[in-house]
């Protein structure tokens, strides 16, 4: 069932009303990757719209293609060799502003069905969700790092979320020359075979012109 050609996963967050990333693990043809990103697509993916609104996996086949720009998509994928596709919505607790999707591809147009998927729909959502777990920690790793925040920092600002004043949370962390105050914590802000990593940002105000 997983004897695939290819595969994408897609992780999106939508930070606040006018701001949304895109982050792409990718195993297809380097050529789609990069038309992809500069058709802006990802604006578009009728198989990413669909996941923002569904939990069932899919075949892509299934999804409607309602603007010119997702035909365009639709073709271009195909001649990648994305003819069947299996398209499976992961979902967290934060609803739409943190979920992903993954797709699994083969040139075989018959490989997925509503069947077949429906007798692996188990394992897929397992697989999208061990991914979405992954971008999520290694998201978190980025942050920590951008913002240079070490581990007993880290501690404070979980307890001072948790409603923890500088007295308790030193307690509870113990002291140290180098350990910042939990109030001034809290206000902190909070080709097949390739693999590669894009990371997109898009601000929303900004208009489409491919669709």
């Not at 297809?28 to 990802?42: G, M």
């Not at 719209?49 to 409607?64: K, R, S």
């Not at 309602?66 to 035909?71: D, L, N, P, W």
Request: glycine content about 10%.
């Amino acid at each position: 069932m997983l004897g695939c050609n290819g595969a994408v996963f897609s992780s999106f967050i939508q930070r606040d009303e006018g701001f949304e990333s895109y982050r792409y693990n990718v195993a297809c043809a380097a050529s789609l990757c990069n038309l992809y990103v500069e058709q802006r697509w990802f604006a578009i993916d009728p198989f990413l719209i669909y996941a923002q609104q569904h939990t069932e996996p899919t075949v892509g086949d299934e999804i409607p293609l309602r603007t010119q720009g997702q035909r365009l998509f639709r073709l271009r994928a195909r001649e990648a060799g994305f003819n069947s596709i299996a398209v499976v919505p992961c979902h967290t607790a934060a609803g739409r502003s943190r979920m992903g999707v993954l797709y699994l591809t083969i040139e075989d147009l018959d490989y997925f069905t509503i069947e077949t998927i429906a007798l692996a729909k188990m394992c897929l959502r397992s697989i999208a969700a061990e991914l979405l777990e992954w971008w999520s920690r290694k998201i978190r790793g980025e942050l920590l790092r951008n913002l240079s925040i070490r581990d007993d920092e880290l501690r404070l600002l979980r307890l001072a979320h948790q409603g923890f004043g500088s007295i308790g949370a030193r307690a509870l962390v113990g002291p140290g020359p180098a350990m910042g105050d939990a109030h001034g914590c809290a206000a902190a802000p909070g080709p097949t075979g390739l693999l590669c990593i894009v990371v997109l940002g898009c601000r929303l105000a900004e208009p489409d012109r491919r669709a």
